[in-house]
């Protein structure tokens, strides 16, 4: 940049051309931030007008990340390739504009799989993949700003030396973690493939339809509890009840689709072990909280299996009952107390109007 030598850096030079940070400790501490960054590959250019502290994170997680696609000789359909980078979550607003080499060849592998998935198919699947990159994302920068950054931040009170920190754990830790998983999603993939479940495909060769028990549990009084409860009371309560109810769902052979706040969505095999996890967590307790109590609704048949979610009637059914049970309760479908072990006692609760279907449906409430 004009008029400012790189080797000669001063904090009068920088702010001159719109390089500043006011909340660091002295004119020392700026030039020692911006040469570490431009030590990290980034531009004098790159610094204007941006707040310092978010810099270093990309530059040193991404080092490599120096390709710009619209001049890279990207070999492949450009309108397509835009596309599944939206998909991925590459080339938002909020996303760096150049992209890594190993990026590259991500996108080009996904152009590979379009005679083999189809279009529509494969940025559905590529759309799965990066809202579940950037969740895992988030949770990982979540916890690392508050074990990791904080605590470095608080003892030297230095920029330079947070930045420092993270260039060294990823160089250790990233590739590790990277490969961990992949690992993960290697194992998940192997077990879902090799289950014994009836599935079969749609006429129309929309999607897959599977035989499961779809249950939803919902944690009584959360919205209450969340008035009064300050951050760590919050806190602690949300990670006791996502905690409890994956290892309750996961011991028991089912899978936890999603967790919505106070509430989670859970698929099971057979209705026997649907019973099995709900009657689980009927007895769930958060500790140092008043929310012991949750309720359950439970349907199954049918569903439509799309994108690692599932939708259809049975999903619908199980997502209203819950909102018609008591606390402390479960309550099934006629189809779920038909299929249930014989020693399990249910109480009927009459035919009854559900929310989005066209005719009410008998519901049982088990004895627990």
């Given at each position: 940049?004009?008029?400012?030598?790189?080797?000669?850096?001063?904090?009068?030079?920088?702010?001159?051309?719109?390089?500043?940070q006011d909340?660091?400790?002295?004119?020392?501490?700026?030039?020692?931030?911006?040469?570490?960054?431009?030590?990290?590959?980034a531009?004098?250019?790159?610094?204007?007008?941006?707040?310092?502290?978010?810099?270093?994170?990309?530059?040193?997680?991404?080092p490599?990340?120096?390709?710009?696609?619209?001049?890279?000789?990207?070999?492949g359909?450009?309108?397509?390739?835009?596309?599944?980078?939206?998909?991925?979550?590459?080339?938002g607003?909020?996303?760096?504009?150049?992209?890594t080499?190993?990026?590259?060849?991500?996108?080009?592998?996904?152009?590979?799989?379009?005679?083999?998935?189809?279009?529509?198919?494969?940025?559905?699947?590529?759309?799965?993949?990066?809202?579940?990159?950037?969740?895992?994302?988030?949770?990982?920068?979540?916890?690392?700003?508050?074990?990791?950054?904080?605590?470095?931040?608080?003892?030297?009170?230095?920029?330079?030396?947070?930045?420092?920190?993270?260039?060294?754990?990823?160089?250790?830790?990233?590739?590790?973690?990277?490969?961990?998983?992949?690992?993960?999603?290697?194992?998940?993939?192997?077990?879902?493939?090799?289950?014994?479940?009836?599935?079969?495909?749609?006429?129309?060769?929309?999607?897959?339809?599977?035989?499961?028990?779809?249950?939803?549990?919902?944690?009584?009084?959360?919205?209450?509890?969340?008035?009064?409860?300050?951050?760590?009371?919050?806190?602690?309560?949300?990670?006791?009840?996502?905690?409890?109810?994956?290892?309750?769902?996961?011991?028991?052979?089912?899978?936890?689709?999603?967790?919505?706040?106070d509430?989670?969505?859970?698929?099971?095999?057979?209705?026997t072990?649907?019973?099995?996890?709900?009657?689980?967590?009927?007895?769930?307790?958060?500790?140092?909280?008043?929310?012991?109590?949750?309720?359950?609704?439970?349907?199954?048949?049918?569903?439509?299996?799309?994108?690692?979610?599932?939708?259809?009637?049975?999903v619908?059914?199980?997502?209203?009952i819950?909102?018609?049970?008591?606390?402390?309760?479960?309550?099934?479908?006629?189809?779920?107390?038909?299929?249930?072990?014989?020693?399990?006692?249910?109480?009927?609760?009459?035919?009854?109007?559900?929310?989005?279907?066209?005719?009410?449906?008998?519901?049982?409430?088990?004895?627990?």
């Amino acid at each position: 940049m004009r008029g400012v030598n790189r080797d000669h850096l001063t904090a009068d030079s920088l702010r001159s051309i719109g390089i500043s940070q006011d909340d660091l400790a002295s004119d020392a501490e700026l030039v020692e931030v911006v040469q570490l960054l431009l030590d990290l590959g980034a531009d004098l250019d790159d610094l204007v007008d941006r707040n310092l502290r978010f810099m270093a994170g990309p530059l040193v997680i991404r080092p490599d990340a120096t390709v710009d696609v619209s001049a890279s000789g990207y070999d492949g359909d450009r309108e397509f390739v835009q596309l599944c980078g939206l998909a991925l979550g590459f080339n938002g607003d909020a996303g760096p504009s150049k992209l890594t080499p190993g990026e590259i060849d991500t996108l080009q592998f996904f152009q590979q799989l379009r005679p083999m998935l189809g279009d529509d198919e494969l940025l559905a699947l590529m759309r799965v993949i990066g809202t579940a990159a950037a969740r895992i994302a988030r949770s990982v920068i979540s916890t690392l700003r508050l074990n990791y950054e904080t605590p470095i931040a608080e003892e030297t009170d230095h920029l330079s030396d947070v930045a420092t920190a993270y260039g060294r754990l990823s160089a250790d830790l990233l590739p590790q973690f990277l490969d961990s998983v992949g690992t993960v999603l290697r194992r998940h993939m192997a077990i879902i493939a090799g289950r014994d479940q009836t599935w079969e495909v749609d006429r129309h060769r929309a999607a897959t339809i599977e035989q499961q028990s779809v249950g939803f549990v919902d944690l009584v009084g959360f919205t209450r509890f969340t008035e009064r409860a300050n951050a760590r009371e919050f806190v602690e309560a949300l990670t006791q009840f996502e905690r409890q109810v994956h290892e309750v769902v996961v011991q028991n052979g089912g899978t936890l689709v999603k967790l919505i706040g106070d509430e989670a969505m859970f698929v099971a095999p057979t209705p026997t072990s649907a019973l099995a996890i709900a009657r689980r967590l009927a007895k769930l307790e958060i500790d140092g909280s008043e929310l012991s109590t949750v309720r359950i609704g439970i349907a199954t048949g049918d569903v439509i299996a799309v994108g690692g979610d599932f939708y259809g009637t049975v999903v619908n059914s199980a997502s209203r009952i819950v909102d018609l049970a008591e606390p402390h309760t479960i309550v099934v479908t006629e189809a779920v107390r038909d299929q249930a072990h014989g020693t399990l006692v249910f109480e009927p609760l009459g035919r009854t109007a559900i929310r989005g279907l066209s005719e009410q449906i008998e519901l049982f409430r088990l004895a627990i």
